[in-house]
C-alpha cells in the first residue's frame, strides 16, 4: 500500500512572499510569532529534530526522507502551484527533481485556488488569482511536469503517474480537461495519467463520471460538544470573536455513502491555523498522539476494503507547521504522531 504525505514548499524565501509579506518570509515567520489565544490554548508549536529548516538546503530534504522512511510514509505528495504559467515555491520541488536525491517516491498535487491573504490574517486580499486560459497553458503545463512524470521515482498506480487535483470541480469542463491531460499523456508515451480528485472540502459529486480515476476524501477532524454550541450561538450574537475551536474526533470522519469509490481517506494529524489567521482561524483541542492513532487505524480498516493494486492512505500533511497539521517531530511531542502512524501501518501488515 501507500502511504501519501502532502507536502509544503512554502520554507524558504521567495521574491512575491517577499513584496506580499515583508522581507524573508517563509512558513516559519508566522510559526514562531504564534501565541496563545484563550486560556490552556498551546502555542507556538515549534521544530524539534529537523529545527527552523530551509528547503534550498538538501540535506534537510534528505533528513525529511529519513523521518519519512521512520514512520512508513511511502511518498511526499508536493503541493505544486501554477498560475497560466507562472510557478511559485517551485524551487525544493525543481532540485528534488534534477539532483535525483531524496531517492524517495513523490507525486504532485495541484493547489489550483486562487492565492488571498487568508493565510496570514488578511482574507479580503488577493494575491494572485487562479485561472484557466486553455489549451496552450494546459499544453505549458503538462510540459513542465512531464519530465517528474517520467522519473523513475515518480508514484505510479496501475502503472499511471499520480496526479491529485486540490478543487477539481473549479475547473471549467472539467470532464474536458480529464481528457485532453489524458490525451497529451499518452501522446508523451505514458500509458495515461491517475487522476486523484480531491473530495471533502469542496462538493464534487461528479469526479467519477469527469474521468478521474479515484478520490481523496479530505474532512478535517472537528468534533461537536456543548462548548462548541455555546460558542456557535455567541459568535451568532455577536460576543464571541473566535478562533473558532473543536474537539479532535476519536473516531475518523466517515466517508459518504453516496461517493463511488476508489475514495482514499485522509488522516489529519492535528489542525490548528491560528498562526496564520489569528482569531480569525480553527483550531482542534485534544488532538493527542493516542487519537490521532485510533483515526489512523480506522482509515486502514478503509483501505484494507480496496483493491490490492489501489490501497492508499493520505496524511494532510508532513509540514503545514501554520496550519499545527504536521507530522515532523515538534518540541511538545517529540516523534509521537509520526511513530504511532508507524505503529498503526504495522499492525496493517500483520493482519
Partial sequence: ME???HYLPQFHPVPENDEWWGKGFTEWTNVAKARPLFLGHKQPHLPADLGFYDLRVPEVREAQSALAHRYGVTAFCYWHYWFAGRRLLERPFEEVLASGRPDVPFCVAWA???????????????????????????QAHFDYLLPAFRDDRYLRIKGRPVMVMYKPGEVPEPDRFVDTWQAMARQAGLEGL???????????PDFKNDGYDAGVYYQF????????????RLIARGLYWGPKRYPYMDRLPAIPDD???????????NWDNTPRS?????????????????????ALA????????????????????AEGNYLEPDRETGHARGDVLAAELARFHRT
Avoid: M
Wanted: proline fraction near 9%; aromatic fraction near 12%; charge should be negative.
Fill in 3 to 5: 502511504v501519501i504525505a
Fill in 112 to 138: 489550483n485556488q486562487t492565492w488571498s491573504g487568508i493565510w496570514h490574517g488578511a482574507p479580503d486580499r488577493v494575491l494572485i488569482e487562479q485561472t484557466y486560459p486553455g489549451p496552450e497553458d494546459e
Fill in 194 to 204: 491517475y487522476l486523484i480528485a480531491g473530495l471533502g472540502e469542496t462538493e464534487y
Fill in 221 to 232: 477532524p472537528f468534533g461537536d460538544d456543548r462548548g462548541v454550541q455555546l460558542r456557535e
Fill in 259 to 269: 461517493l463511488v469509490g476508489p475514495i482514499f481517506p485522509c488522516v489529519y494529524p
Fill in 278 to 298: 489569528r482569531r480569525g482561524g480553527v483550531l482542534c483541542y485534544d488532538a493527542t498522539p493516542e487519537r490521532f492513532g485510533r483515526q489512523v487505524r480506522d
Fill in 302 to 321: 478503509v483501505v484494507k476494503e480496496l483493491p490490492v493494486d489501489e490501497q492508499v492512505l493520505f496524511v494532510k500533511s508532513w509540514n503545514e507547521w
